[in-house]
């Protein structure tokens, strides 16, 4: 069963936006509410590294390399997080992955989706 989806993904100019929606359709929307998500990507060639958290309650971190840039944001009722990427970088390139962790539970990922930033 898919517990995380992630979709947004495509091909971007250098400056453009993109916006990134994660879903968790078979979570029970209390189970969503406690849980904390947030967004990874890996680059070709590099490891996975975090680029976005929300906390369950609401306490918000980017990576140096986003912040300012993206936005995180949480959708209790809807069950969904998303990720607005503004100002794209070239850097940015990678299959960004959404992750939900639930309390006193397991983590768990979606298959990713993939952001290219060219001319």
């Known amino acids: 069963q898919v517990q995380v989806a992630e979709s947004g993904g495509g091909l971007v100019q250098p400056g453009g936006s993109l916006r990134l929606s994660c879903k968790s359709p078979?979570?029970?929307?209390?189970?969503?509410?406690?849980?904390?998500m947030a967004w990874y990507r890996q680059a070709p060639g590099k490891e996975r590294e975090p680029v976005a958290a929300?906390?369950?309650?609401?306490?918000?971190n980017y990576s140096d390399s986003v912040k300012g840039r993206f936005t995180i944001s949480k959708d209790n009722t809807r069950k969904m997080v998303y990720l607005q990427m503004d100002n794209l970088k070239p850097e940015d390139t990678a299959v960004y992955y959404c992750s939900r962790k639930e309390r006193n539970g397991p983590m768990y990922w979606g298959q990713g989706t993939r952001v290219t930033v060219s001319s």
């Open positions: 078979r979570t029970i929307t209390s189970v969503f509410s406690t849980s904390d």
């Open positions: 929300i906390t369950s309650g609401g306490i918000i």
